[in-house]
Nanobody, 123 residues
């Protein structure tokens, strides 16, 4: 059974930083397309960062230069380091996985999801 468990959300002021973690079990992160998505109520879930099985990291333009995604395939964990956070970054952040190679950026392409963790940035 695959499980993804996020942690590290919270509240910060504009310009602050947070680090999110995702612990995966039941799959090997290095054998999956791993991703961070975020969602604001009433909006569609949007991708934030994607790590393919080759280790290549892709970023949504809205977070490029501010967020850093990484994975530890030995510990089966995913990390999202978020800096210079802005109010528009406020959302529920989800970890997602799709076993196998390739780059996927639509939420419907991902098989497994974590429960989400809230990030709130105040101005």
């Amino acid at each position: 059974q695959v499980q993804l468990v996020e942690s590290g959300g919270g509240s910060v002021q504009s310009g602050g930083s947070l680090t999110l973690s995702c612990a995966a079990s039941g799959l090997t992160t290095g054998d999956a397309c791993m991703a961070w998505f975020r969602q604001v109520p009433g909006n569609e879930r949007e991708w934030v960062a994607i790590i393919t099985t080759t280790g290549t990291v892709y970023y949504n333009n809205s977070v490029q230069g501010r967020f850093t995604a990484s994975e530890d395939n030995y510990r089966n964990t995913l990390t999202l380091r978020m800096t210079n956070l802005q109010p528009e970054d406020s959302a529920i952040y989800y970890c997602a996985a799709r076993p196998g190679p390739g780059f996927w950026s639509t939420s419907s392409a991902f098989t497994y999801w974590g429960q989400g963790t809230q990030v709130t940035v105040s101005s």
